[in-house]
């Protein structure tokens, strides 16, 4: 077995592992919030629905920065995520048509070691790319796990996040 399959392997078993832990989730758990402690940092500001936009958006950068010379950029995401917020079935469409797009633009590599750009403007093997993207989806299942079985449903949608994203990213060559 070639590592491009290995890679291609694992990538469809940490999605598939993700999809597990959104598995029965309706939107009002997706809405509950944990706010970090101070000093802490979740990537997201404590929703799940947060949580499968900030993987999707992952998917979109990673791919897009490294394989496909930026077409999508970070303003891009920032702009898609507001128009459907909060919906959560808008968020897991979103979260399929990432992985979708992420899977289209590494599975034809041939060269593993060549480098390759992150959305910081970083040079990485392209391995690093497509495993760091892959153990990303398995990190965030295992919080999304961890924030259902601890937050209760909520009546009222998270807070939008458009503003922090465009904070947090809009320094960066990829905004």
């Known amino acids: 077995m070639r590592d491009i ?6 990538a469809d078993a940490s999605y598939k592992e993700l999809l597990l832990s959104l598995e029965g989730l309706d939107e009002r758990q997706a809405w509950a919030v944990q706010l970090p402690r101070e000093g802490e940092y979740m990537h997201t500001e404590g929703s799940i629905l947060s949580e499968v936009l900030h993987v999707a958006g992952g998917k979109f950068l990673y791919g897009s920065a490294a394989y496909r010379g930026l077409e999508i950029r ?5 702009a898609r995520l507001e128009e459907f ?5 808008s968020a ?3 979260l399929q048509e990432a992985q979708d797009y992420w899977l289209a633009t590494w599975t034809d590599e041939v060269d593993l070691e060549r480098a390759v750009k992150t959305f910081h403007d970083k040079e990485w093997p392209s391995w690093k790319i497509i495993w760091t993207i892959n153990h990303h989806d398995s990190y965030h299942a295992g919080q999304i796990q961890m924030l259902r079985s601890i937050l209760p449903p909520s009546e009222l949608p998270p807070l939008p996040e458009g503003d922090q994203w465009r904070k947090a990213c809009q320094t960066l060559p990829s905004w």
């Not at 399959?5 to 694992?10: I, M, Q």
């Not at 970070?74 to 920032?78: A, Q, T």
């Open 92 to 94: 897991l469409a979103y």
């Open 85 to 89: 917020w909060p919906d959560w079935p």
């Open 5 to 10: 399959d290995v890679l291609k392997l694992e």
């Open 74 to 78: 970070w303003r891009d995401i920032v």
